[in-house]
């Protein structure tokens, strides 16, 4: 039997996203407003370790909903995946009189959260990452604003690449995961989108594409490549090698991390935290909180943690043929 939870704390982890700011604050809010006392732990698993928490109160979140990173901040924290680390970590929340823990992050996080459930210590986990890869959750916190700034980056290089009949291969984030570069090619009308879930052919997915579309006149092409694929360079010496095409690559990198969350990242981390604290006031816990179907839902951490996401073949269809 569980003892009562008083103090519930929250942290972030792993790759900051747009939209954390908006999911602190809606834990916070929402923790105080049902009497529990609420603690920041800083950097992570982390700041866990080292003690670095102090207490939130309503105005300790104000002026953050717009904002991106963190004001928790983040790490990754190699000393927390040893079994010593967790057993210092939960010896940490008791010392501090931590009853439960909200971790806003990614799957890494989660297999933290699920090592701290194991060793007694009830954890709700919220998705926060740009890559969308939870796969018990349809969505998550930072992915769209990710997608909308990557939009407006290919959009000022559509105008140069134009200019110069060029092809301009680039590279997005999303770890092992396309989805990131699956929306945002058929949101650029990309000649070709590269993901990790599909193999690709230079010549079938590429440079016949591009063949195709010159044939009708077009002399200017964006080719999206998802990190997990390979590097934007290398794609493009390819390109250029095969077809003679002046081929630039640019990797796009953190700015895709950063920048004022979007209305649907504020809304989703708002919901997503308040539907984490309800969960602890029922005395439910070792659960994520994911999207199904446009509703809060959530799922048993290790269920959630074994589950496994598709890409949505529909949208490669759409990607293949519109995009040409
Ligand atoms: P994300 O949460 O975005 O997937 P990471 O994979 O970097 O990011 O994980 C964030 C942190 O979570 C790691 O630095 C580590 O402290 C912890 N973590 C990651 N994987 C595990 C694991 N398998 N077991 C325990 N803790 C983990
Ligand atoms: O998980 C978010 C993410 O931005 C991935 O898209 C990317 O692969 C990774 O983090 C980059 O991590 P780092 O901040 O360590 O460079």
Redesign the pocket.
């Known amino acids: 039997m569980l003892k009562e939870i008083k103090t519930i704390g929250v942290l972030t982890s792993?790759?900051?996203?747009p939209g954390m700011n908006a999911a602190v604050r809606a834990v916070v809010r929402t923790g105080l407003s049902k009497g529990f006392r609420m603690m920041g732990i800083e950097r992570g698993y982390n700041g866990l370790l080292n003690g670095e928490v102090r207490e939130m109160d309503l105005r300790s979140v104000s002026e953050i909903i717009h904002r991106g990173g963190t004001i928790l901040y983040t790490a990754?924290c190699l000393e927390f995946k040893t079994k010593e680390g967790q057993q210092k970590a939960a010896d940490r929340c008791r010392e501090l009189g931590i009853d439960a823990l909200v971790v806003i992050g990614?799957d890494g996080s989660f297999r933290g959260a699920k090592d701290m459930a194991a060793l007694g210590i009830p954890c709700i986990g919220i998705p926060g990452?740009?890559?969308n890869?939870i796969a018990c959750s349809e969505y998550t916190i930072?992915y769209d604003t990710?997608m909308n700034t990557a939009v407006e980056m290919v959009d000022k290089l559509r105008d140069t690449t134009q200019s110069h009949d060029r092809c301009s291969v680039v590279e997005v984030?999303?770890?092992?995961?396309g989805y990131?570069a699956l929306n945002v090619g058929i949101a650029c009308g990309a000649v070709a989108t590269l993901i990790p879930e599909r193999p690709y052919d230079l010549e079938r997915d590429i440079l016949s594409r591009m063949k195709f579309t010159q044939k009708t006149g077009k002399k200017h092409f964006i080719v999206i490549v998802a990190?997990?694929v390979g590097h934007a360079q290398d794609i493009a010496n390819e390109i250029q090698a095969a077809t003679g095409i002046d081929s630039r690559a640019t990797v796009l990198?953190?700015v895709?991390?950063g920048g004022s969350p979007t209305l649907r990242d504020r809304v989703t981390a708002s919901t997503m935290g308040y539907h984490a604290v309800a969960l602890l006031e029922r005395g439910i816990y070792n659960r994520v909180v994911a999207v199904s179907a446009d509703k809060i839902v959530d799922f048993d951490i290790n269920v959630a943690l074994s589950m496994h996401k598709t890409i949505d073949t529909f949208l490669l269809d759409v990607s293949n043929t519109i995009s040409i």
């Open positions: 792993g790759g900051d996203a990754r990614g990452t740009i890559d890869d930072g990710a984030m999303g770890r092992n995961a990131i990190e997990g990198g953190h895709q991390r």
